[in-house]
Structures are given as structure tokens and as C-alpha cells.
């Protein structure tokens, strides 16, 4: 199917000043679905537009439930999935994790069954939910009135919590039938993720170190140890980092590290940055540390960049030693190296070798060109540009997916595909090379 998949942006930064905006989330006491909605909720994500998007998934059964929660004398919001016949979760706090129900352990196989939620709820209780695949919840994600952007992030998010559970489980990921995440809390918690941070316009995010307790948690599974395996199995394959507590009980939900996975785009915060908001979710527990996820607006103080053109004239070198410098001083990060004809001193033809780089690159590649050329001088001078601010894009073609520059000048938009990625698809397909730019350039162009 063709479209787009994915959309980091690179702006051109050549300006001092401030970034666009970026999510930091604070996972000092592990996350969950809800209290990552209670953190957006309290960063500025409108209260409106998020109850309207979850009313248009045609769910029922369930109430919302959005307040105030104090976690060691600190205030926080707090974000109740209700389900009918259930009291309030939300006022009751935990501090076990493990509870004596009477667990319902061949439910498994049924397609109604009981469902003890017990890290959501401190009481009891049974109540039946239905299993449901991830086409079932592609359905209902697809049928409602939520932004583009929001259903893709749920559906990303999902897609995450599915391929964990193929994975745990040994099952395809098509026969994964979700359990706790089939039901209609976790629906609701993932939905209202994605469309708080559509609402909030995150595109860049960085998760924090996510800190989990231990012992054991018992779950549809039966009793399964913490971190749970869908947890570690999403920590694995997504690169999130978890630190290990002995707090007893669990920290990190499987929904909540898929949340995680699904929208972490940077590896680590900015060197420098200024917060322009901060937002808390409550858990529900209790811990020995307050039970709250933090979530910060951020922006990235963008230095001015220092380019440096570094120049000498070569007279007695061959074509082949001019070629593995040129592949050297690009491997080793020159922004852009090209050789000009020259005739120079003494009437001699010669190549004028010009290498442009940031500051932080200038004194290696200067010893590489002294390294590996004949000449016992380089000139150098600053150098100031213009650049346009541009955005990779990558798109998803009949033939596998590529990438393409954006470049904005004013209001005008100019695509550009990615020279290796149409030459790599020309090869895996054998066809023309013209062909296949022009469809990635009209894919990109649609976005
Ligand atoms: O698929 C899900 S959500 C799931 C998998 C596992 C495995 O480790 S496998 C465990 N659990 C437990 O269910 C509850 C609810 O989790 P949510 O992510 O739906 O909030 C929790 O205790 C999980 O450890 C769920
Ligand atoms: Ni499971």
C-alpha cells in the first residue's frame, strides 16, 4: 500500500534561538496508559476534543473519569477509565500488588471471560470483556472521527503491544488476541494517548530512564513476574531504558511502554533546553516515591552552527589518492568535499580541494588531509549560508519505502527522493531509475 509512514523533521538550523517544541516524559515512577493521559491532560491537551474523540470509537460500557489526585502532598490530574458496574477505581490506592482473588485461570480460551484488572483496581471484582484481534481494533480505530495523525499513533502504539504479545505468546501476530489491552480501558487509555498528543501537536519526544519495581503482579496470565514479559519484550525491541527498583509492585504496564516505544523519537534531551510547561499524572498506587509521571514541553536552545571552508591546492597527487581522501573526509563528517581544476603556481595544473564542515570537525579533518595528501598547508575561512528549512519524509511505495527531502521556500514545496534509496529499489526492482523517482517524488508531493 502506498503512503506515508513516518516524518522527522530536520529543519534547517542555522538560526540562534529556540527549537520547535518536544515532549520529555519523566518516568521516575514507570508509566501506564492512564497516567500518561493524566500528564497530557495537565500539560494543555483540551479536555473537549479528547472526550469527543473517544466518543466517536463507538465504545460503551465505560465512563471517563478526568480529576485532581494528591501523590505525597503533590497534586496531579488523574484519568479513570470507569467500566459499567465497577466503582470508582480512582480513589483507591495501592499498595500491593498481588491480591488473593479467586482467578479465573482457563479463561484464556473463552471468548467471554472474567477479567481481574487488579493494578487498576483495588478491589474484587469480575466483570466479562471480549477478546478482540488487531484487526478488530484497527476497525473501530479507523471508523472514528479521530485526526489522521491520532489514529496512526494509536495504531502504531497497538501495533507495538501486538508484536510484544506475538512475540511472548509464540502466536502470529494477526492471531494475537488481546486480553487486558483487548478491553475497553486500555482502548480508551491508548486512544486518548494518541489523541492527547495530537491535540498537543507533539511530533518529537524523549522518554526518560523508566524505573520498575519487583516481585510479581497477577493478570489474565496468572501470576507473572515485574517487570511483566510484554514490558521487557517492548523495552528489548524499542531500546527503552529500564531501571530496576525494589519497590514491590508494577511501575510499567505494557500499555504504558508501548506508549513509550511508540512515540520516543529522540534518544536523549537536548544539551540545553527551557521547559515551557510541566503536566502530572497521578497513578493509582502508592509507592514510597510519589506515584507521578511528569511530563515536560520543552525546546531546544539552537546555537548558531560555525561552518569552516577548508582549502588547498594539490599538484602531485593521483586521482586515486584524491578519491580515498574525499571518501575519508566525508566518512568523517565533512558536511560537503569537492576537487576544482586549478592551474597554480609555477603553470602547473593542479585540483583545488574545498571541504566544508562544522567547527567541532574542522582539526580532524585537517589531519586526515595532512595525513593522507602531499600539502603542508590548508586555508580556512568561516562561512555563513542560507539554508532552506527542509523535512525528511518517508514514503511507502509498491515497492518497499523511500525517502525524500522537503524543502519549504515561503509557500511553495519542493520534493527531492533520496538518490540511494531510487537507486536501491531501481536494483531490487530493474525499473527505471526515472520511474521510480518520479513516484516518490509524487508520493511526497501528497503529503
Ligand atoms: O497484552 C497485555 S496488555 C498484557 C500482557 C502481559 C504480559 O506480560 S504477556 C501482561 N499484562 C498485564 O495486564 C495488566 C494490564 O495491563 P495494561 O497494559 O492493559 O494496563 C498489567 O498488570 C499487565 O502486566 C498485560
Ligand atoms: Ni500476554
Known sequence: MAGVCENPVQAADQEEGWGSKMLYLECLSGISGDMTVAALLDLGASRDRLLEGLASLGLDGYEVKIGRRAKCGVEACSFDVILDGEEDGGSHDYTEQLHDHDHDHDHEHSHEHTHTHDHEHSHDHRHPHVHRNLGDITEIINRSAMTERAKATALRIFGIVAEAEARVHGNPIEEVHFHEVGAVDSIVDICAAAICLDDLDITEAVISEISEGSGHVHCQHGILPVPVPAVTAIAGEYGLYLRLTDTRGEMVTPTGAAIAAGVRTREALPDSFRIVKTGMGAGKKDFPKANLLRAYLIEERKKKEELWMLETNIDDATGEALGYVMDRLFRAGARDVCYLPAFMKKNRPAWLLKVVCDEDRREDLEGLIFCHTTTIGIRRYPLERTALPRKILTVKTEWGEARAKAVFRGEQTFCYPEYEDVAR?????????????????????EV
Request: overall charge negative; cysteine-free.
Open 425 to 445: 529499489l531501481a536494483d531490487e526492482t530493474g525499473k527505471p531509475f526515472q520511474d521510480i523517482y518520479e513516484e516518490i517524488r509524487r508520493l511526497a508531493a
